[in-house]
T-cell receptor, first 115, second 115 residues
Framework: AQSVTQPDIHITVSEGASLELRCNYS??????LFWYVQSPGQGLQLLLK??????LVQGIKGFEAEFKRSQSSFNLRKPSVHWSDAAEYFC?????????????FGKGTTLSVSS | GAGVSQSPSNKVTEKGKDVELRCDPI?????LYWYRQRLGQGLEFLIY????????KSGLPSDRFSAERTGESVSTLTIQRTQQEDSAVYLC?????????????FGAGSRLTVL
């Protein structure tokens, strides 16, 4: 079955500390992978995406993610968290080169930032 | 428009009433998606429209749910005889298929509360 697992429901990180949010996927086709962020009362904003090539991708707001095919993972990282990063983060997977198939989302990880 | 627009942003209704939620996608985007986000849950795919093709309705949870789209413009999600379990944020997204992979742009959502 196709699925996305985000093992951590809630993470608290001190401001200035590093962050890693985990994402594992199960997908039959060649995947493309996304991380979205959702601030309270807002829609989802795309942080970064991976289609092919360099397995370390850079996104907005200082985020990066690394695709590891052998581990079926696409973990999100940030070296120094800011209070404004507190939000909910969703990992998503979809098929490459297939028009218009809906993305499959994980259940999300809520990030809290402590001062 | 510049972004995906959804209305109403908030809707409170009584159990058993019908509701309509509207989505205005980004101009020129051929694909449109509806997702449901229940409290503390990930995004649940409902339905997808791609151009003039038959919609993918595989995610609709019951026959009380339906959606229409006029050409490549506005879409309406209708929930008949609402139940309390329908309370959720309904998110709409659109994308432009250019080969490779779909990048979905989301609206801010319509929060539905069924009393």
């Amino acid at each position: 079955a196709q699925s996305v697992t985000q093992p951590d429901i809630h993470i608290t990180v001190s401001e200035g500390a590093s962050l890693e949010l985990r994402c594992n996927y199960s997908y039959g086709a060649t995947p493309y992978l996304f991380w979205y962020v959702q601030s309270p009362g807002q829609g989802l904003q795309l942080l970064l995406k991976y289609f092919s090539g360099d397995t370390l991708v850079q996104g907005i707001k200082g985020f990066e993610a690394e695709f590891k095919r052998s581990q079926s993972s696409f973990n999100l990282r940030k070296p120094s968290v800011h209070w404004s990063d507190a939000a909910e983060y969703f990992c998503a997977v979809g098929p490459l080169n297939q028009a218009g198939t809906a993305l499959i989302f994980g259940k999300g990880t809520t990030l809290s930032v402590s001062s | 428009g510049a972004g995906v627009s959804q209305s109403p942003s908030n809707k409170v209704t009584e159990k058993g009433k019908d509701v309509e939620l509207r989505c205005d996608p980004i101009s020129g985007h051929t694909a449109l998606y509806w997702y449901r986000q229940r409290l503390g849950q990930g995004l649940e795919f409902l339905i997808y429209f791609q151009g003039n093709s038959a919609p993918d309705k595989s995610g609709l949870p019951s026959d009380r749910f339906s959606a229409e789209r006029t050409g490549e413009s506005v879409s309406t999600l209708t929930i008949q005889r609402t139940q309390q379990e329908d309370s959720a944020v309904y998110l709409c997204a659109s994308s432009l298929w250019r080969g490779g992979a779909n990048v979905l742009t989301f609206g801010a959502g319509s929060r539905l509360t069924v009393l």
